[in-house]
């Protein structure tokens, strides 16, 4: 052996593919390809990082004291059992990290979000798939897949790529059933685009509970997804843990202090839901009008909607004609997706216009 072998393992990882953003020609077109913020930033959050410390030589709070203290107020927390990633992506991979390794194993649906296997693998562990119901997250399908040797589940809420949502009841019983030793991650990225009282149940049960962390990420609806800043919530032993293995100053400085402005502007969140129950709710209903050309759309409750393709075009046909009349859309066949597209809520010229393209192209 001549060259330094990287673990088996990590060979087996396929690579995360992201949502582009230019076509192959390069030419920049409308992108829904990767559920980001269709109304940008919040004014308060942008001013708060223009007006940052511009000490570029100093390192950022490593505790995140003020974005802790800002998301306790605001969730009514305990700051001290609060941890901060790079993106929530970090904080799922601490979570694997901190509770799992070689021998054990970690599971999530199929269609299920790409890093959840990317976590498991980096640490060794197994990952188990298991099966959705149509598209949708089945609690009885991961209670099967139990065996001793389980350490973490990982259940986004809404889930990517579907879309879909599993009410509180099904978590609560989910949680019930999983032996006290594995640890439920419940993935909230898109949490904030459901109504108040369905997006309530997680971070309780992650307050109750001393094997449940709930993940929550600033790239979504708070429109900060440049910044890279995702968080957890769960036991004070839990974040203990997950605190050792965290790269110190993993948040940076401007990127807390837009993080706390943004936590101050309800108007911002409050509009970025309103736009997105408005014409996530349309698109569905354009998607259902094709249904006789065989499209089908996967109830949603996120920022964007899988439309299934189960007519004579195909989705990746459908998805280079969409690139060519200027939508990058999310085609996922890695991921076991090759008939579906994922569509991003964009602006309302986008939903329009990608709703037109897409009828043109499949009854056209
Ligand atoms: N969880 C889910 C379900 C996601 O879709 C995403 C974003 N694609 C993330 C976590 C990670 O987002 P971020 O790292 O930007 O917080």
Redesign the pocket.
Known sequence: MTAPQPKPWIMEIAPYVP?RSTTDDGRKVAKLS??ENPLGTSAKARAAFDGADRSLERYPDAGAAELREALAAKHGLDPARIIY????????HLAAGAFAGPGDEIIFVRY????YEIAARRVGATPVVAPDTDYATDVDAILAAVTDRTRVVFV?N????TGTFTPREEIARLHANLPKSVLLVL????SEYLTRQEDDHGLKLACDQPNVLV??????IYGL?AE???WGYASADIIGAMHRIRAPFNVTTAGQQAAIAALGDDDFTDASREHNRKWLGWFTEQVESLGNAGLRAVPSK?NFLLVLFEGEVSAETAYKALMDKGYITRWLPGQGLGNGLRISIGTEDEVRGVAAALREIVTG
């Open positions: 949502g990767s559920n990633g790079t993106g929530s992506d970090e904080v799922l299920g979000f790409a890093v986004a809404p889930n990517n790529p993935d909230h990225a898109y993940t929550r990420t600033f790239s979504k997804a890279r800043i995702g996120a």
